[in-house]
């Protein structure tokens, strides 16, 4: 059993930045495919980014393709998103995720709380 948790949401202005960590509780960390996913009011939960457990394969859902950044320290059992020139519909909780096949949330076998993230315009 995996437990994840998530830190580094908040408020930020359109444009900001922020970085968010997943801290991962198994040494085993380093041996799973790792995701963000997000989860707006009302829609259903998406796809952000993923990386492979061997780290040399990442993966962004187009619309934040150039803009976030997703890495992993194996080290540290810790993933982490770069979120760069934030949008106001980038405003959304969002998850890690562990143990899938990179794009589909159904694939995850373990999942964070959520951190949510607020973008202002």
């Known amino acids: 059993q995996v437990q994840l948790v998530e830190s580094g949401g908040g408020l930020v202005q359109a444009g900001g930045s922020l970085s968010l960590s997943c801290a991962a509780s198994e040494r085993s960390f380093s041996r799973y495919n790792m995701g963000w996913f997000r989860q707006a009011p009302g829609k259903e939960r998406e796809f952000v980014a993923a990386i492979r457990w061997s780290n040399r394969y990442t993966d962004y859902a187009d619309s934040v393709k150039g803009r976030f950044t997703i890495s992993r320290d194996n080290a540290k059992n810790t993933l982490y998103l770069q979120m760069n020139n934030l949008k106001p519909e980038d405003t959304a909780v969002y998850y890690c995720?562990?143990?899938?096949?990179?794009?589909?949330?159904?694939?995850?076998?373990?999942w964070g709380q959520g951190t949510q993230v607020t973008v202002s315009s």
């Open positions: 995720a562990a143990g899938g096949g990179l794009r589909s949330p159904s694939s995850y076998d373990y």
